[in-house]
């Protein structure tokens, strides 16, 4: 591909979160002109006013530059060729479209929704494509007009040529799609906005994109915006078109996905709950979430089929894990963005000789479009959270600190008042866990007020009470050496239990694993050492009393 600095640009739909496949589209993009010296224009197409997500334009941002995509031209920085919301540029629409119909490659269509609905209805019946035919006269100009004006539905459709049409694809090579085939296609909808179609080419023209760079679904429209830029006399851009990213079972990676997984686990939850009622298990879940007893309702009995913060809310409180979809969900989830970035750039690009572990810097570099693959590429989630343990080991200590911290807000976790040295001390002690939240979910008792530790039974039973409180007694044998350790850090304490275990000729986790459950009421938690150092004397000493009075 050219080494010309190139204009290249991202073109989101404000309809939510990024979609990590639409992330995928934006870096690849931003690499182009990283790589050429170019520049990469984020545009946001928000014509379609019925898909409209209140605060997605933010949210996307927000994600961008959580990646570190930052854009050149575009929302709240500008540029030369904005505005770059397309729902502020409905005049220069306009003039194109009016281009259109005065050189009679579009006009104005005046079938009613009453009429088109009968042409789908009658597509239906005989199980085929709905084809709209262009009426033979064509209504006239003044026609038009004088429906517009009457306040009749009127659109604008592009006469679509009876001619073959060639997309010179980067990476599929050559397609041909025969233009009779397509319908002559809405550019102007009643109530005068422009359709996606038109708005992508007209823009893509004036804002000088060189190559569009998209996903394969896409591919499907080229042949219309190639026929509409020879209608209005604009250059073709280069195209490319990424493909698609699909789960490992083979299904969409969509929100939909996501929430089968979620019922499948709220299945296995409501099992667990053993004998309580539908409505005590939903009920119990309202009080503690404050989400509606009804959509609690609804959702617990897996009727619900949206991803929406009520769900994400049961989830939580149930301890389920969604699958990640949206950046955003990734960031939350407690990864950090080098590593999605470098997984996401390997889906359906590679650098060759099987080099994986790149850098920002180094990708792009390497970056080259005709390196892109044809074909489906997996989303291997296994893959994604190795990523993320070899990222979380190579960064610096500084920058960890930085993206937990980040995590932590997200998250509003307990683990927020730790200090820096505390924390610095934990991700040192755990370091090669997968995520942040594996990280948070090995720390967060140590952070609890030390009456609010709830010791797990399954590890009371096995750890304190079995072989005739066999750990108990151990606890109440380490409890004084313990009030008597100085000083007490990491290195003194592993000392002092080494010598407890040489005493009484046993190993280290007859010793370990009762103060464990006494401190955290369960058996995973940082290395032992670690944990009692951060959780300091006082503490450590309090929750084994605490423990010990609660002898079962
Ligand atoms: N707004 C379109 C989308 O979000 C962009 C398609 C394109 O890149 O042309 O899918």
């Not at 009127?154 to 397509?182: N, Q, S, W, Y």
Request: glycine content about 6%.
């Amino acid at each position: 591909m050219s080494t010309e600095p190139m204009r290249v640009r991202f073109a989101p739909s404000p309809t939510g979160y990024l979609h990590v496949g639409g992330a995928r589209t934006a870096l690849f993009n931003w690499l182009i002109a990283r790589r050429t010296g170019g520049k990469f224009i984020l545009r946001i197409e928000d014509t379609d006013r019925s898909r409209h997500v209140e605060d997605s334009t933010a949210r996307i941002q927000d994600d961008m530059r959580w990646l570190g995509l930052q854009w050149d031209e575009g929302p709240e920085i500008g540029g030369e060729n904005g505005p770059y919301f397309q729902s502020q540029r409905l005049e220069i629409y306009q003039q194109h479209c009016d281009r259109l119909i005065e050189s009679g490659r579009a006009y104005y269509a005046l079938e009613t929704p009453e009429e088109l609905q009968a042409l789908r209805e009658a597509a239906r019946r005989e199980k085929r494509a709905v084809v709209y035919r262009r009426p033979d006269p064509l209504p006239t100009v003044e026609q038009g007009k004088a429906a517009r004006a009457e306040g009749r539905p009127v659109t604008v459709r592009f006469i679509m040529p009876d001619r073959d049409v060639v997309v010179r694809d980067e990476i599929l090579g050559e397609v041909r799609l025969a233009g009779k085939e397509i319908e002559d296609f809405v550019i102007q909808k009643s109530d005068g906005w422009p359709t996606y179609h038109f708005a992508c080419v007209v823009d893509d023209a004036l804002m000088k994109i060189d190559c569009v760079l998209r996903g394969q679904e896409h591919l499907i429209n080229t042949p219309k915006h190639v026929a509409m830029q020879e209608a209005l006399g604009f250059d073709t851009p280069r195209y490319a078109h990424l493909p698609i990213i699909f789960n490992m079972d083979g299904t969409k990676m969509s929100k939909r996905s996501a929430v089968k997984e979620f019922n499948q686990r709220i299945k296995q939850a409501r099992q667990r709950a053993g004998d309580l009622s539908d409505a005590d298990f939903a009920g119990g879940i309202a009080q503690a979430t404050g989400v509606p007893g009804e959509i609690v309702a609804a959702i617990a009995g897996g009727k619900r089929d949206v991803l929406d913060e009520a769900l994400k809310q049961v989830a939580k409180h149930l301890e389920i894990s969604l699958l990640e979809i949206n950046v955003h969900d990734f960031r939350v989830s407690g990864y950090l963005p080098e590593a999605l970035l470098n997984f996401i750039s390997l889906l359906g690009w590679s650098p060759g000789e099987d080099r994986e572990q790149l850098s920002l810097e180094e990708t792009t570099t390497l970056f080259d479009v005709t390196r892109v693959g044809k074909t489906n590429a997996r989303f291997d989630r296994t893959k994604l959270q190795a990523f993320n343990t070899d990222w979380c080991n190579r960064v610096t200590a500084e920058r960890l600190a930085e993206a937990l911290d980040d995590y932590l807000k997200q998250n509003e976790s307990p683990l927020l008042v730790a200090d820096a040295a505390q924390r610095a001390h934990l991700l040192k002690a755990c370091a090669g866990f997968r995520t942040f939240k594996e990280f948070e979910g090995k720390c967060r008792s140590l952070f609890a007020e030390d009456d609010a530790i709830q010791y797990d039974p399954k590890a009371v039973k096995k750890v304190l009470v079995k072989g005739e409180g066999r750990g108990y007694t151990m606890l109440e044998t380490t409890l004084p050496k313990l009030e008597s350790c100085e000083p007490w850090t990491a290195a003194s304490l592993e000392q002092l239990l080494e010598k407890i275990c040489a005493e009484h000729d046993t190993k280290l986790g007859a010793v370990a694993q009762p103060i464990r459950v006494a401190v955290t009421g369960t058996t995973i938690s940082p290395p032992i050492y670690d944990t009692l150092a951060v959780l300091g004397k006082n503490r450590t000493i309090a929750r084994i009393h605490r423990c010990l009075a609660a002898r079962v």
